[in-house]
């Protein structure tokens, strides 16, 4: 038989090895602490670099269009229109106002306030000519300085006259409404938690949650003329949105781990108004246009000014298209080559 001795000497220097590394953890904890607080605080400064600001902020995502499911088949829409030499008609927008009535509990409308400015963009995608009738306070104060003859445009001694039928009238004028927002429709979810029944053994967590809501929208096109309604369509959008958690709770060499992960993601209200703004649009300009196929994308061809960001007047002797305000890149001082290379502003 092996007998193992153990001296007082070497049981000493084990206690005092013990409490060497407990001295030792007591007093770099606080290190640990002060680094780490240092560290976040290295982000702030509470003075001004010389670029004059106390921190940068963080993101650097670029600029993108911000189509819906419905914004490639508006464009197709106004190339077929142009490339069949259709004249397309001239729109106002009036108000598309927001009548759910439904309020943060902080304050602030729940659903957007700007669907007249969506449905101008969708408008403007599908090729349609528009005239401003939703802000002219500009307009209206420039026609009231000209007719009190103050406003002069090339040549100085020339005041700016007021000429009878300068402002082209619209054919048609577009008004409507949000007029649902229905929460919860339906929910689902499922929590479990499971481990063995010792208090120090492992256990785990899992928590599942889906619903889903909807939006609708109320539209119609009017004939400006006649104020006759000419077409009117109503839309629905479901919105679907869920959560996700996962938990861990164990002991472990007399430590203890509790690690929980969770996700969660709710598709966007306002872009859920934007697309049944676009659905609408699509086929109250299909319907203006006189189309029947569905397949207008096929034959359209793209290289217009017409782009899942909206539509504009050529200035450039056709250099700018739709497609080239679409790209990502374009302008942005990481992603641009063109930018990287010469200063914003300088010419050599």
Not at 196 to 202: E, G, H, L, R, S
Not at 328 to 333: I, K, L
């Given at each position: 038989?092996?007998?193992?001795?153990?001296?007082?000497s070497?049981q000493?220097?084990s206690?005092e090895t013990?409490?060497?590394k407990?001295?030792?953890?007591?007093?770099?904890?606080?290190?640990?602490i002060a680094?780490?607080?240092?560290?976040?605080?290295?982000c702030?400064?509470p003075?001004?670099?010389?670029?004059?600001?106390?921190?940068?902020?963080i993101?650097?995502?670029?600029?993108?269009?911000?189509?819906?499911?419905?914004?490639?088949?508006?464009?197709?829409?106004?190339?077929?229109?142009?490339?069949s030499?259709?004249?397309?008609?001239?729109?106002?927008?009036?108000?598309i106002?927001?009548?759910?009535?439904?309020?943060?509990?902080?304050?602030?409308?729940?659903?957007?306030?700007?669907?007249?400015?969506?449905?101008?963009s969708?408008?403007?995608k599908?090729?349609?000519?528009?005239?401003?009738?939703?802000?002219?306070?500009?307009?209206?104060l420039?026609?009231?300085?000209?007719?009190?003859?103050?406003?002069?445009?090339?040549?100085?001694?020339q005041?700016?006259?007021?000429?009878?039928?300068?402002?082209?009238?619209?054919?048609?004028?577009?008004?409507?409404?949000?007029?649902?927002l229905?929460?919860n429709?339906?929910?689902?979810?499922?929590?479990?938690?499971?481990g063995?029944?010792?208090?120090?053994?492992?256990k785990?967590?899992?928590?599942?949650?889906?619903?889903?809501m909807?939006?609708?929208l109320?539209l119609?096109?009017?004939?400006?003329?006649?104020l006759?309604?000419?077409?009117?369509?109503?839309y629905?959008?479901?919105?679907?949105?869920?959560?996700?958690?996962?938990?861990?709770?164990?002991?472990?060499?007399?430590?203890?781990?509790?690690?929980?992960?969770?996700?969660?993601?709710?598709?966007?209200?306002?872009l859920?108004?934007?697309?049944?703004?676009?659905?609408?649009?699509?086929?109250?300009?299909?319907?203006?246009?006189?189309?029947?196929?569905?397949?207008?994308?096929?034959?359209?061809?793209?290289?217009t000014?017409?782009?899942?960001?909206?539509?504009?007047?050529?200035?450039?002797?056709?250099?700018?298209?739709?497609?080239?305000?679409?790209q990502?890149?374009?302008?942005?001082?990481e992603?641009?080559?063109?930018?990287k290379?010469?200063l914003?502003?300088?010419?050599?």
């Open positions: 038989m092996t007998h193992t001795h153990i001296t007082n070497e000493m220097n206690q013990t409490m060497l407990s001295l030792l953890l007591k007093s770099t904890r606080p290190l640990i680094g780490a607080t240092l560290g976040l605080a290295a702030i400064s003075s001004a670099g010389s670029d004059g600001k106390y921190a940068e902020p993101g650097n995502a670029p600029v993108t269009a911000n189509p819906t499911d419905y914004s490639e088949g508006l464009v197709c829409l106004g190339n077929f229109a142009r490339k030499q259709m004249v397309a008609p001239r729109i106002a927008v009036g108000r106002s927001d009548y759910t009535g439904k309020a943060e509990a902080e304050g602030g409308r729940k659903v957007t306030q700007g669907a007249s400015l969506m449905a101008i969708a408008l403007a599908s090729g349609a000519r528009l005239v401003e009738r939703y802000d002219t306070s500009v307009s209206e420039e026609l009231k300085y000209t007719n009190n003859k103050l406003i002069s445009d090339e040549a100085q001694d005041y700016r006259r007021i000429m009878a039928g300068q402002v082209p009238g619209s054919d048609y004028y577009m008004v409507g409404g949000i007029t649902e229905n929460y429709i339906r929910s689902s979810g499922a929590d479990i938690f499971g063995d029944v010792d208090a120090t053994d492992f785990g967590s899992f928590t599942g949650r889906m619903y889903v909807n939006v609708g109320d119609r096109m009017v004939k400006t003329q006649t006759e309604v000419v077409d009117v369509i109503s629905q959008k479901q919105i679907i949105g869920r959560e996700v958690s996962l938990g861990v709770f164990d002991f472990l060499n007399g430590n203890v781990f509790d690690i929980s992960a969770g996700e969660g993601a709710l598709e966007p209200v306002q859920a108004v934007r697309a049944v703004v676009e659905r609408a649009v699509l086929e109250m300009m299909a319907n203006l246009y006189g189309f029947q196929s569905e397949d207008v994308c096929s034959e359209a061809a793209h290289a000014t017409l782009g899942l960001t909206g539509n504009f007047r050529d200035h450039t002797n056709g250099v700018l298209t739709g497609q080239t305000r679409e990502p890149a374009r302008g942005h001082q992603r641009d080559e063109s930018v290379t010469t914003r502003g300088r010419y050599s």
